[in-house]
């Protein structure tokens, strides 16, 4: 199954729903990144809440999540679109992994520091909001941002399972956000229900759809389906603004590049490489003299 993000809203209850697998999505990251059993599932919990967070956005919005703890892990940062495009990379792919790589292990990786979210909502302002990491992992971390800065009553869950080769088994979430307006106590009713279910990474390595899933959480609820949409670790660099980068660089730098015998740019999001060989150097040297 390729990965999708289903939105539903049960207008009655006053909840939206969003469910989604990043199973792809995490391999993907860690395909790129080359990343340990513990640095993928990390990354694979990043990935996925950046896959439910641009679910919330609106058409041409943008939303950064940076982890920047004590733990080993150090830093990761993941970028997400409403458009169901994902990327995202941690500082130490090759962070060491211990026998059991769980939502305790990465909470340990990740360690205590700041959670910071940008969020480029095309209005002028950039909105900023960072709270402290506790140590409990990226689905506590996100669900107290959530609540304390946005101020939205919500549930959150983040699912990674890792098979026993260290590869990404399944990675999927689930967040239910109340409405404005409405009584946050339909939270407690969906939060005993999951409780009743089996836990969603069960359901994702069973092969549950995101329609079982919201169906089973809902129960007897009414709901609409409002979109299904695909969700893909995509990354925004090309080889185009990799060359607008050495732009900006002064004439020195690409000349000493020049010497060297050419240039790489090595994206930090997707590992993508950008060769510009001597040549190609000359000729963006010759275009910034022009102008
Ligand atoms: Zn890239």
Known sequence: MSDIILRVLARDAGVRVQVCI???????????HGTSPLASAALAYGLTAGALFGGTLKVGQRIALKFAGDGPLEKMVIEADAYGRVRGYVVHPELPSGDRIDAAAVADAIGDGLLTVAKDLRVGDLYHGTIALTGDGPEHDIARYVAQSEQIPSLLRLSVEMDDAGEIAVAGGLHVEVMPGHEAGVLAELAAQLSAMPPLGDMLLAGSSPEEIVDRLLGEIDYLALETRQVAFVCSCSYERSRKALMVLGADDILEMIVEGEAVIDCYFCHER??????????????????
């Open 22 to 32: 990043a199973t792809e999505l995490a391999r993907e990251g860690a395909r790129r």
């Open 274 to 291: 950008y060769v510009f060989s001597a040549n190609e150097l000359m000729a963006i040297l010759d275009e910034m003299e022009a102008e």
